[in-house]
């Protein structure tokens, strides 16, 4: 593959799109995937590829909640693996929280792939691979309804980081609270999930890891009043304005 | 790989994305291939996922610039051929038009199965893979600068459905006239060429190939009033609205 040329003006973009690539190269991400990360990168383009203010809210309210939760889970698959492996490692350590592996498009070997790359990065335990302790989230179509007895299916409180918007519907209807990284907005995943995080992975898992790290220190009616104080719908809807507003400036000054 | 569940609300956009998976499968999309695609997935959202009425006016524009041209030459590459070799053949033979391949990421086997696939819908002579003919584009840093001398070298209008913004640039500043597809209204590559169709390629190609088609009736004063009649920057200017707009309506609606 020829190297990206430094004068290319994406050529940050690019840079993380080469870790998807790599992903993919090492058998954890999906071809979809690739296609994914697409998408996110239009909105993060949309949105000024940095972390708004809103999303450091919204960062605060999924800490809380993480830290409050009694069986909080992280659910990962290779994109947000092949991203942040390093983050969701520490992520579970701080909090502390189960880590799952859940993909949309099944294959065994990709799991593996998934659980070796978070073992690489410290994690002793990944559970979703183990068929004796496989059950069913009720109402969902795809392959990502089979869950862990003692993970997902059990959880009060499930970080979703990258997701489909059938499964964030399925998990919330089940009783699950939802919290999820999504850069749209509108996205059925965003408009459903109880906290939605709309910035890209790569930036908002390292924020997530600090903003953890600094209220793991507060008590739980600090920690309550945080929740009680933040709208997602709210947070939603400024960044739809956010984007309008990216839209006419950029228009004007493109 | 798990079929498609067809309760999935995306089953249409994850249907034109399988001809993208199955566009690497056969070795002619590249990885960075299927991540482009999804940001003009995110785009195409956004643009409501139909071809507007804005798409139809720069496609007039398109068709009457290229029945006009002396020696025009539709580039492609992996992604716009995965989705349609079809209507690339067509477009060829009505206009007529050269074919060149022309690809980001070098890789002459990647080459060789575009030109392959295009073979296969009916085309006899795709130019992009004789390196005696091979020459360069000036000011242009990556493998798409190699062009063929009697191809994009010394062509007048120039159709590159699939775009960077290096190359439209680099192209229009070597003296050559522009028409692109492109869903994002504010990319280099939208802002930079003289005709920027809005539009899903998939959608926009077979527009292109009745519009061509219908306008090759008519004489050259007709086509030259239709390109006078065109501005490109109230286009995307008026697209820009048009997003805008969508993103208000589904905010409500959401």
Redesign the interface.
């Known amino acids: 593959?020829?190297l990206i040329?430094a004068?290319?003006?994406r050529a940050k973009s690019?840079l993380i799109?080469e870790k998807?690539?790599n992903g993919?190269d090492s058998g954890i991400v999906a071809?979809?995937g690739?296609?994914?990360?697409?998408?996110?990168?239009?909105?993060d383009?949309l949105l000024g590829e940095k972390t708004s203010n809103l999303a450091k809210k919204s960062t605060q309210a999924a800490a809380a909640m993480l830290l409050l939760a009694k069986n909080p889970v992280i659910s990962v698959n290779g994109n947000i693996v092949a991203l942040s492996a390093k983050e969701i490692v520490q992520l579970s350590k701080i909090i502390p929280a189960k880590v799952e592996v859940n993909i949309?498009?099944?294959s065994e070997s990709r799991k593996k792939n998934i659980v070796l790359m978070l073992k690489k990065n410290g994690i002793k335990t990944v559970l979703g691979l183990d068929r004796r302790k496989q059950t069913k989230i009720p109402k969902l179509?795809?392959?990502r309804r089979i869950v862990d007895k003692n993970g997902i299916f059990s959880a009060d409180v499930v970080l979703v980081p990258i997701e489909d918007?059938?499964r964030t519907i399925a998990l919330k209807k089940f009783g699950k609270k939802v919290i999820t990284f999504d850069l749209?907005p509108?996205s059925?995943t965003a408009?459903t999930a109880h906290i939605t995080i709309v910035d890209n992975a790569v930036r908002g898992m390292a924020e997530l890891v600090q903003a953890c790290k600094k209220l793991s220190k507060k008590n739980e009616s600090a920690l309550k009043k945080i929740i009680r104080n933040y709208s997602n719908k709210k947070n939603l809807?400024e960044n739809?304005i956010e984007?309008?507003k990216n839209?006419?400036r950029?228009?004007i000054h493109?």
């Not at 690739?34 to 909105?43: C, S, Y």
């Open positions: 593959m020829e040329p004068s290319h003006p690019l799109r998807l690539v993919f071809k979809e690739l296609m994914a990360h697409g998408r996110g990168e239009a909105f383009y949309f498009y099944a179509d795809s392959a918007g059938d749209n509108l059925r408009q809807s739809i984007i309008k839209l006419t950029r228009a493109g």
